[in-house]
């Protein structure tokens, strides 16, 4: 049987739908290899089986890409941000797990960028003024922040400014919070420098000037297919240079999930209660 690379949407601790969605694909992992594009927990009922899932399965079955809800859950734990009190939130059960500690040093370890061959792994997108090359080097950048003493003055610079254009005249940490913003929370951009991190609704209703990311004229990567999440209004769509996976199942929408090898869509609807 050949390998497949299964390209799964935001999960966002919706982990029975997971479990439905693996079973439709015949979910193999002697033979397939599953790539996550992010957010794996938050506002779905079960944050923590997600991520002892992931965790789990480890690197040679499963390659995860952060998301921002993810970034979220790092805030929480390093004391950069509280818990919200007034949206739905699922990781208090995470906070408090015995294995917590361990579930967090994994997912620091985690890219924010993944490239396999001619495809990009992505939970939002990248800019359109970058080439393949300054998105690795950019992603790595923010990576190692994440990774290492400074992910504390990284989260605290990320959680308080706009952090929304790239100039080369950055300094790294404010280079590492751009690209935190341009890989997992960007949608649409206003030039080929600067995203809009405001926006959340359908293309068709973007304010003026604003274009998504994907089809900002003159933008630099066109040789690799980038396969993100993030934007759950726009919904499944595919070109033949992206492939968008969000279908909104948190929302109550659906999980879906691509087979690169043989193009395949699957999705099941959310069982979440």
């Not at 594009?37 to 009922?45: M, S, T």
């Not at 206003?190 to 359908?202: I, P």
């Not at 003026?208 to 993030?230: A, D, Q």
Request: proline share 4%.
């Amino acid at each position: 049987m050949p390998m497949r690379t299964i390209a799964i949407g935001d999960i966002q601790g919706c982990y029975k739908t997971l479990q439905r969605l693996l079973e439709r694909v015949q979910y193999n992992p002697a033979h397939d290899q599953l790539f996550l594009v992010g957010d794996l927990v938050n506002r779905g009922p079960d944050s923590l089986s997600v991520l002892r899932w992931a965790k789990e399965l480890g690197d040679k079955h499963v390659k995860v890409v952060l998301g921002n809800h993810d970034l979220y859950l790092l805030s929480l734990y390093f004391g950069v941000k509280m818990m919200r009190k007034d949206k739905k939130d699922s990781l208090r059960a995470t906070l408090n797990a015995p294995d917590c500690d361990e579930l967090v040093a994994w997912l620091r370890m985690q890219p924010l960028l993944y490239k396999k061959g001619k495809n990009l792994l992505v939970h939002a997108g990248i800019l359109p003024a970058w080439t393949t090359k300054e998105a690795l080097a950019n992603a790595e950048l923010a990576a190692e922040y994440l990774r290492g003493p400074k992910i504390v003055e990284l989260l605290t610079y990320w959680n308080t400014h706009s952090c929304n254009s790239w100039k080369k005249s950055l300094s790294k940490l404010e280079k590492a919070a751009v690209t935190l913003n341009v890989l997992t929370r960007m949608r649409t951009c206003s030039s080929l420098k600067t995203m809009d991190l405001a926006f959340s609704g359908k293309p068709k209703d973007a304010p003026r000037g604003l274009i998504p990311w994907f089809k900002y004229p003159g933008r630099e990567i066109t040789s690799h297919k980038i396969v993100f999440g993030h934007w759950a209004a726009l919904g499944y769509k595919k070109s033949s240079d992206f492939i968008a996976l969000d279908s909104g199942c948190v929302w109550g929408g659906s999980l879906t999930a691509y087979c690169l090898e043989d193009k395949k869509k699957f999705s099941v609807r959310s069982v979440e209660e």
